[in-house]
């Protein structure tokens, strides 16, 4: 995600706005104004200060620092995505001090925070939260992952588009096995087996996902595991994995795909949709790893490609990523009307710390920070062309 902190002395004058500003405002209130936002400015994307230690821990903390310090109420923005639509877009990011991050993407490349035991941790941490959270926030086929909007209205017409998408890039056949790779509450496996006729195999590494998803595809060809991919056995016509690989870390990309190879027949196909980071970077964000997903990881595309070689043949790249901002934005709004139903359920911390991370990404993803990716790979050895459906 994007960094939001500069570094600071040198080369300017300190200036002081009145008792309790702290010197390091200075060259903050700076790189904001660079991106048309103002220190306690009326419009809509400034940022209120009500702490003035907010400077220190972004000097100390970078971008973790800032989500931090927004959950403990040390400042606030009426519209928290227009205030990192434009931090992104003025490239604030190329210009800052953000030592956690450089760090964590740093220790990615020696460190394998994605093993086995740590893997647990996204499903215990992210998933495993009361389902009654997700069942208000998302649409009712429970999709968590960035929907389609080419020619849809609502949320639900959206992620209904976007797994027939995905069904008509696999040209699943009736008959055929599929295995979904991070299979969340089941909404592809339920919806691919009831319009499409497939059988399918689900796992997740949430325990809370697989009950639900036992109960959502009940009485379909379906079956739900609990565990990690790495535990995966057997055969499949097609292989499928939606919003699941930004959880597997760089250091895991070639073993995951050695897999996916593994369990695909020698003529399927294999669609991977993912976040990607559309330019070189670490993929990584301190706050989202410590707060949201745990050691998660955007993958950027030349590491996705090199994961690939000798493995697939890249057939199809399919970027949406604005399609995702407006996903953001219905979970939101989803989530602000459920909120005073929820509320008892959570820390009354929880309502910022959420609201943060859907508006802080629907931010980053309308100003092109993050893109979204649908790829469709296939085995070397297989013979037929493949087309991508008309939409």
């Not at 994007?2 to 004058?13: E, L, Q, S």
């Not at 400034?46 to 927004?70: F, I, Q």
């Not at 020619?151 to 639900?156: I, K, N």
Request: aromatic share 12%; net charge positive; charged share 25%.
């Amino acid at each position: 995600m994007a960094d939001v902190v500069t570094r600071p002395g040198g080369g300017f004058r300190p200036s002081w706005h009145g008792r309790g500003r702290s010197l390091l405002e200075a060259p903050y209130a700076r790189l904001l104004a660079s991106a048309g936002i103002r220190i306690d400015g009326p419009l809509p994307w400034d940022m209120r200060v009500h702490e003035p230690r907010l400077w220190r821990r972004l000097l100390l903390a970078g971008t973790r620092g800032l989500g931090d310090a927004y959950v403990a109420g040390w400042w606030d923005a009426d519209c928290l995505d227009q205030f990192f639509a434009r931090l992104v877009r003025a490239r604030v990011d190329t210009r800052a001090w953000n030592v956690p991050k450089r760090l964590l993407g740093l220790f990615a490349t020696v460190a394998n925070w994605q093993r086995p035991a740590a893997a647990r941790r996204v499903g215990e941490q992210h998933y495993d939260l009361p389902f009654s959270l997700y069942r208000a926030m998302l649409d009712p086929r429970l999709v968590y992952s960035c929907g389609y909007w080419a020619h849809a209205t609502t949320l639900a017409d959206a992620q209904e588009h976007k797994l027939e998408l995905v069904c008509r890039k696999l040209e699943l056949k009736r008959g055929m096995r599929v295995l979904d790779i991070g299979c969340g509450w089941g909404s592809f496996a339920a919806y691919a087996a009831e319009r499409h006729g497939v059988e399918v195999t689900g796992i997740t590494i949430s325990r809370e996902q697989a009950e639900v998803a036992r109960r959502v595809c009940r009485g379909l060809p379906v079956h739900i595991l609990l565990g990690d991919y790495r535990e995966l056995r057997g055969r499949f016509d097609r292989v499928v994995s939606i919003g699941m690989f930004e959880h597997v870390g760089r250091r895991n990309y070639r073993r995951y795909l050695r897999i996916v190879r593994d369990c695909l027949v020698d003529d399927g196909l294999f669609l991977l949709h993912s976040i990607g980071l559309p330019r070189a970077g670490s993929g990584i964000d301190p706050w989202v790893t410590a707060h949201i997903f745990p050691n998660s990881e955007v993958p950027t595309a030349a590491r996705l490609v090199a994961g690939t070689q000798d493995l697939f043949r890249i057939e199809d790249w399919h970027a949406f990523g604005a399609d995702y901002d407006r996903t953001l934005m219905a979970w939101h709004d989803n989530f602000n009307a459920a909120w005073p139903a929820l509320a008892a359920q959570f820390e009354p911390r929880f309502a910022r710390l959420w609201r943060y991370y859907l508006l802080m990404f629907a931010g980053v993803f309308r100003a092109r920070g993050l893109d979204l990716w649908q790829l469709v790979l296939t085995p070397p050895r297989r013979a037929a062309q493949y087309r991508r459906p008309a939409w």
